[in-house]
């Protein structure tokens, strides 16, 4: 290759190519590394403080256009996150998303342009039912982005566990994914129905989705 058209900056990330592969062969991947523990106890930590300042509000379904608020849903509450006015630790959980998304448009040319997070908080008792990410009026979600901000020492039987409906030829199997803290689950938005089990002891996360134009 002519050395004017090689790209000498870029270097094979070994955690991104198996999030990759595990996309391409399962349409998800599970990670248990991608935040280290102290970055897990930080984003924990402003999720509980912002909470604490009462700026949470009901989750909704549908999106912006066509959002309504349906108790027997769905029964979170979150807080969109603003990247332009990001506290530190944000800026933190930033960086490696953009990081993530860069890695993603170069090497498979998913044209990722836009993305939304959110502090998600399920309280005792409350779920969100079978559902798919996508709308019908819009149908920019890519992949989906669940980062777990759970206690260290979570257990199976706290509940609100993620179960992803898969097609295995023709045949729909559940996965279930256990929330323990600093796992990350990414799944196609327009193909992978899910939803969260009920919580028996309160669950915090960050969501979000990777948009196309």
């Not at 509980?48 to 009462?54: L, Q, R």
Request: one cysteine or more; charged letters at 30%; hydrophobic letters at 40%.
């Amino acid at each position: 290759m002519n050395p004017i058209f090689q790209d000498i900056a870029f270097e094979e990330n070994p955690l991104y190519e198996t999030i990759i592969n595990d996309i391409v062969s399962q349409k998800y991947a599970i990670v248990e590394n991608f935040f280290d523990e102290k970055e897990v106890q930080l984003l924990r930590q402003s999720l509980i403080d912002k909470h604490k300042e009462d700026a949470f509000k009901k989750a909704a379904i549908g999106n912006k256009l066509n959002a309504t608020i349906v108790k027997t849903i769905r029964g979170d509450v979150i807080l969109w996150m603003d990247e332009s006015n990001a506290n530190t630790t944000e800026k933190l959980f930033f960086d490696k998303i953009n990081n993530l998304v860069s890695y993603l448009n170069r090497t498979c040319f998913l044209g990722i342009l836009h993305k939304e997070f959110h502090y998600a908080l399920y309280p005792k008792g409350t779920f969100y039912k079978r559902h798919i990410d996508t709308f019908q009026n819009d149908d920019r979600r890519k992949l989906s982005f669940v980062c777990y901000l759970n206690e260290s020492g979570w257990l199976p039987e706290n509940g609100g566990e993620l179960v992803l409906y898969l097609d295995d030829n023709g045949k729909e199997i559940e996965k279930i994914i256990y929330p323990f803290p600093g796992r990350v689950v990414i799944f196609k938005s327009q193909i992978i129905e899910h939803e969260v089990k009920p919580v028996k002891t309160e669950r915090l996360s960050i969501t979000g989705w990777l948009k196309t134009r």
